[in-house]
């Protein structure tokens, strides 16, 4: 087990690899469903995420989220807002180049994610909850200008909340 521990560190820190290395950073805009109480509610986060391409097929992305805009969710007697207070997630981003101007790539990793439910009525209590769980999605990016890149992605969280979001990226050089 230490030699292969060993070998994959010499593997990762070889000069091609670290050569090949393009660290980013992007700023994306989210639209989630989340399901509560039977019903889908629409909360709305800012997401910041930052990653490197390892190789042409390969990568890793880390993600923070935090809440833009909540969601009402209407029962008998009560309404709740329903938001996704703060998540971060890790990913290994295996993913395809078509031709230097887009590419498709995939997303898989964990999520720790923080949602609360607030009651405007005092009989039904409001509830904070944090939750972890397995995630995957897909997307696609454009390559705009030097290494500036738009895109969009769809990622299952949780197996009760998934986002669809778009944004911009920059390299860091």
């Known amino acids: 087990m230490k030699r292969l521990t060993v070998a994959l560190i010499a593997a990762l820190s070889s000069p091609l690899v670290l050569a090949a290395e393009k660290p980013y950073i992007g700023i994306d805009y989210q639209i989630g469903t989340l399901t509560a109480f ?49 998540y971060y997630a890790l ?23 923080d949602v609360s439910s607030h009651s405007n009525n005092s009989a039904f209590p409001s509830d904070t909850g944090f939750d972890k769980s397995f995630s995957y999605g897909g997307g696609i990016d454009f ?22 979001s778009a944004g911009i990226r920059f390299p860091i050089n």
């Open 38 to 86: 039977n019903t889908d509610v629409k909360p709305e986060t800012f997401r910041l995420r930052a990653g490197t391409e390892i190789t042409p097929y390969l990568g890793v992305e880390a993600q923070a989220g935090a809440n833009t805009q909540p969601d009402t969710l209407s029962r008998p007697g009560v309404d709740y807002e329903i938001k996704i207070d703060s």
């Open 91 to 113: 990913f290994v981003r295996p993913q395809i180049s078509l031709g230097g101007v887009a590419s498709i790539y995939g997303l898989l990793g964990g999520t720790y994610m």
């Open 143 to 164: 390559n705009i200008y030097h290494g500036i890149r738009l895109s969009a992605d769809y990622i299952q969280y949780l197996d009760d909340y998934s986002a669809v």
